[in-house]
C-alpha cells in the first residue's frame, strides 16, 4: 500500500467521521448514513490492500 493510498483511505474514513457525526447532531439519518458509508469503504480498501501485500509476500516465499 503507498502513501497515497494510505492517506487517501484515511482522508475518506476522517471524512465520514465527520459526516456520521454531523448527521447525527443535526439529525440527518441521510447524512449520517453516508459518514457510515464512507468509513465502510475506507475500511474495505485498508483491507484489500493487506490483502493484496500478503499475496505478494507469499509469491515471493513460494518463488525466490
Not at 482522508?11 to 447524512?31: A, C, H, M, S, Y
Not at 459518514?35 to 499475496?55: I, S
Amino acid at each position: 500500500m503507498g502513501t497515497t493510498d494510505k492517506a487517501s483511505n484515511k482522508i475518506q474514513d476522517l471524512k465520514g467521521r465527520v459526516e456520521e457525526t454531523t448527521g447525527r447532531v443535526t439529525k440527518n439519518r441521510d447524512l449520517e448514513a453516508k459518514g457510515q458509508t464512507d468509513q465502510v469503504k475506507a475500511a474495505a480498501k485498508d483491507v484489500g490492500e493487506k490483502v493484496k501485500r500478503a499475496g505478494t509476500k507469499v509469491k515471493r516465499l513460494v518463488n525466490p
